[in-house]
């Protein structure tokens, strides 16, 4: 049985049966128990011996008279015979509903269904049989109990459509989702199980579907990225074959370039996707903070002095955070070198680590131009660069800060961009580590 709904169908007219079978055999023994201390024979020997008696002090008239008053009394019909079957009130021979019925409780029945009891009053001289129409048949409860199923049935099956049928139709939204069709929702507003497991894909295709389309866009922007280096060196190894020698340098300078860049591309390409790696083989650790920038600042110092600029780093107290160290490492100092790169000759960069709430913050300012209002979200995205930055020769490819989002954003963190005139501030939101966390050891720096 495949289907949930035949199943619930069957379980519930299943355990109607049980409860019935139970019934019934509760009754038997209730019944079985009732008859040993059952007044009823009892006063059915009272009722026999009175008419025993009435017969041997008024004979067969007034036998007659007795049993008519009782017949109409007790809506039955009763009969004294002699030991031989003879009905001592009409002569008439009985012996034939006596052969029916065996005596006492085990009863014989008439072809009309009455049902015939036999007793032996006086030590076995008389028979007394009392004719009965039983107060109910199985076949008369035969309709309520069809009834009763027929209910059980129909709430079965309304149960099970309300079960199946939101079933079946999540089934299809996750079919055309993995035909592709990476809209498809449930949109369910149910609120049991199948509501939560309803949301639980819609959330689920809501990330893949951002995942796919990122993946898609940067495939085609490394795809776009590439083709321009490619031509300029093919053009120059053109060049560098046929054009005087004085070109050939300048052409094989410019092959050395290009392909220094595009190896930079596919070195930071690597890095961004291995920040979108496998989230289970995360080697997650506290990562102490301040002992981080501090690491950066020595790495990014000599370099900052040898153009005339500073690094001010400020921290207000240690600070934790969960996490992987070379991640949150990499996003930090991309943005630090950015503003290294960006800030004008004799200023600073100033860093500086705070807390606020359950969160550690980072700022990095630079004094440089900053970035136009409406492209401060764009940085963010892959090959993205100012247009006076595209053709520069120093700097990235345009993925640094792409790492950055890619990075923070794993570690629930957030990260911003604003101009501060003069100059660019990027913030860095993470959230600190839970006390909890701390038994894990400490990522050294
Ligand atoms: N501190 C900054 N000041 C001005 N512009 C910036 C700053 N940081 C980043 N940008 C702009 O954002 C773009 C993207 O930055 P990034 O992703 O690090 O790429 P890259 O550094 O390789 O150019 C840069 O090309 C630049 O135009
Ligand atoms: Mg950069």
Same mark, same amino acid.
């Given at each position: ?156 099956? #309304?149960?099970? #459509? ?48 951002? $995942? ?42 410019? !092959? ?36 981080? $920038? ?17 690094? #001010? ?62 492209? $401060? ?19 990235? #490819? ?25 100059? $660019? ?16 050891? !400490?990522?050294?720096?």
């Amino acid at each position: 049985m495949r289907s949930i709904f035949a199943k619930i169908l069957v379980w519930s007219l299943g355990t109607f049966v049980l409860s019935l079978i139970a019934f019934w055999a509760i009754s038997r023994m209730i019944d079985r128990r009732m008859r040993v201390g059952d007044p009823f024979p009892r006063m059915i020997s009272l009722i026999e011996d009175d008419a025993c008696r009435v017969y041997e002090e008024g004979g067969a008239e007034r036998l007659s008279a007795h049993l008519r008053r009782l017949n109409a009394y007790l809506h039955a019909e009763h009969i004294l015979t002699d030991s031989e079957g003879r009905d001592l009130a009409t002569g008439e021979d009985r012996s034939d509903l006596i052969s029916r019925s065996r005596v006492r409780h085990d009863h014989g029945r008439l072809d009309d269904g009455r049902m015939i009891f036999i007793g032996r009053p006086r030590h076995g001289k008389y028979y007394f049989i009392n004719i009965v129409r039983p107060l109910f048949e199985s076949r008369q409860i035969l309709p309520y109990y069809s009834l009763i199923v027929v209910v059980i049935a129909v709430m079965g099956f #309304v149960l099970a #459509v309300h079960l199946a049928a939101p079933l079946r139709r999540l089934r299809g939204v996750v079919e055309r989702f993995g035909r592709g069709e990476l809209a498809a929702r449930a949109d369910s507003k149910r609120k049991d199980e199948i509501g939560e497991l309803s949301r639980a894909f819609d959330e689920m295709a809501g990330r893949i579907e951002t $995942l796919m389309l990122a993946e898609r866009r940067l495939l085609q922007d490394v795809s776009h990225e590439l083709r321009s280096p490619l031509a300029r060196l093919g053009f120059a190894v053109e060049l560098a074959r046929s054009g005087p020698d004085a070109d050939r340098d300048r052409a094989l300078d410019r !092959v050395r370039k290009e392909a220094d860049r595009m190896s930079e591309l596919i070195g930071e390409l690597i890095e961004l996707t291995r920040v979108e790696g496998d989230r289970g083989a995360w080697n997650a650790e506290i990562v102490s903070l301040d002992a981080l $920038l501090d690491q950066i600042i020595k790495d990014c110092e000599w370099e900052a002095g040898a153009r005339r600029r500073r690094i #001010v780093l400020k921290i207000e107290r240690s600070v934790m955070v969960m996490g992987e160290h070379e991640l949150l490492h990499r996003a930090v100092e991309n943005v630090v070198r950015n503003a290294l790169r960006h800030t004008p000759e004799g200023t600073t960069v100033d860093v500086d680590l705070s807390t606020r709430d359950d969160r550690a913050l980072i700022r990095v300012r630079d004094f440089g131009s900053g970035v136009p209002e409406e492209s $401060l979200s764009a940085i963010f995205k892959p090959f993205f660069r100012v247009e006076i930055d595209r053709d520069r020769a120093s700097g990235g #490819v345009g993925l640094g800060l792409a790492i950055a989002h890619r990075a923070v954003d794993l570690h629930h963190g957030r990260i911003e961009a604003r101009n501060v005139s003069p100059g $660019l501030e990027v913030t860095i939101e993470l959230p600190l580590a839970r006390q909890d966390d701390e038994h894990i050891r !400490v990522a050294s720096a």
